[in-house]
């Protein structure tokens, strides 16, 4: 049985790194409720917190300030409810895709269970004629797809994806978009997803977040946190030239200091 879709809360969450000179706020009173089964998606100019934020959910960091649940009970270093895939696929290269995927599966899974449920997986993301193979015999697509398989053999509650997309050339990328969409589909887990691609978080989220950046003096009092939220109409698969989407891509491009035409 999979595990079901969790809901994440963080209530006042702040973070403070200590520096030579002191110390770097990167996160301040960020609050955002995420509904079970949703996909969020984490947008902002670079070094506004984005990743900092995914690793308080992952509990691969702790919060300076605030809490963060999952399901209703705080986060743990190691918390099984959470899963994470990184832009790099980060995949052992002497192992197999098969072998790799199998890296994600919880502790002590029986061997019959567990080659069928990497089965299922490859199968899932595409790749089942290629469950042989090793990272270097295959393409950067592939290997991030290994590495959302991976993701998803731990069977979280909540996936969490950090440009997992960026490295990838314009058409893989949009391929692995849409395998994303069949993979929520399939398996309705609840997704945060940090992007710098506006029109890749309008396409696959429920609501996207945008952070306000600290290096930017005219938005130093809101530094660290969460500037908008923005609904996004339609279901899923969405048309990518929906007039809808394009004129939302517009207002978001300018909240992120991007002017999409020029005023007279």
Same mark, same amino acid.
């Given at each position: 049985?999979?595990?079901?879709?969790?809901?994440?809360?963080?209530?006042?969450?702040?973070?403070?790194?200590?520096?030579?000179?002191?110390?770097?706020?990167?996160?301040?009173?960020?609050?955002?409720?995420?509904?079970?089964?949703?996909?969020?998606?984490?947008?902002?100019?670079?070094?506004?917190?984005?990743?900092?934020?995914?690793?308080?959910?992952?509990?691969?960091?702790?919060?300076?300030?605030?809490?963060?649940?999952?399901?209703?009970?705080?986060?743990?270093?190691?918390?099984?409810?959470?899963?994470?895939?990184?832009?790099?696929?980060?995949?052992?290269?002497?192992?197999?895709?098969?072998?790799?995927?199998?890296?994600?599966?919880?502790?002590?899974?029986? !061997? &019959?269970?567990?080659?069928?449920?990497?089965?299922? #997986? +490859? /199968?899932?993301?595409?790749? @089942?004629?290629? *469950?042989?193979? %090793?990272?270097?015999?295959?393409?950067?697509?592939?290997?991030?797809?290994?590495?959302?398989? !991976? &993701?998803?053999?731990?069977?979280?509650?909540?996936? #969490? +994806? /950090?440009?997992?997309?960026? @490295?990838?050339? *314009?058409?893989? %990328?949009?391929?692995?978009?849409?395998?994303?969409?069949?993979?929520?589909?399939?398996?309705?887990?609840?997704?945060?997803?940090?992007?710098?691609?506006?029109?890749?978080?309008?396409?696959?989220?429920?609501?996207?977040?945008?952070? %306000?950046?600290?290096?930017?003096?005219?938005?130093?009092?809101?530094?660290?946190?969460?500037?908008?939220?923005?609904?996004?109409?339609?279901?899923?698969?969405?048309?990518?030239?929906?007039?809808?989407?394009?004129?939302?891509?517009?207002?978001?491009?300018?909240?992120?200091?991007?002017?999409?035409?020029?005023?007279?």
């Amino acid at each position: 049985m999979h595990q079901l879709a969790l809901p994440v809360l963080l209530a006042a969450v702040g973070r403070t790194f200590a520096t030579p000179d002191g110390s770097r706020e990167v996160l301040r009173d960020v609050n955002l409720d995420v509904h079970a089964g949703e996909v969020i998606a984490l947008v902002g100019p670079s070094g506004c917190g984005k990743s900092t934020l995914l690793r308080q959910v992952s509990a691969l960091d702790t919060p300076t300030t605030g809490t963060v649940a999952v399901g209703g009970t705080p986060v743990t270093p190691g918390d099984r409810r959470t899963a994470v895939a990184f832009q790099e696929p980060r995949l052992l290269p002497w192992r197999t895709l098969a072998a790799n995927v199998a890296l994600g599966l919880p502790l002590r899974t029986p !061997r &019959a269970q567990g080659a069928a449920r990497v089965a299922e #997986l +490859l /199968d899932l993301v595409g790749l @089942a004629d290629s *469950a042989t193979l %090793r990272p270097r015999q295959v393409s950067g697509g592939m290997a991030q797809r290994t590495s959302l398989a !991976r &993701a998803l053999a731990r069977d979280p509650g909540v996936l #969490l +994806l /950090d440009e997992p997309f960026g @490295a990838l050339d *314009a058409l893989t %990328r949009l391929r692995m978009q849409d395998l994303l969409v069949n993979v929520h589909e399939t398996r309705p887990t609840t997704v945060l997803l940090v992007t710098h691609d506006v029109e890749e978080a309008l396409y696959l989220a429920d609501r996207v977040v945008v952070l %306000r950046g600290l290096a930017d003096p005219a938005t130093a009092p809101s530094a660290g946190s969460v500037a908008r939220v923005v609904d996004v109409p339609g279901e899923r698969p969405r048309d990518r030239a929906d007039h809808v989407l394009t004129d939302l891509r517009a207002e978001l491009l300018e909240d992120l200091g991007v002017p999409t035409h020029v005023r007279p």
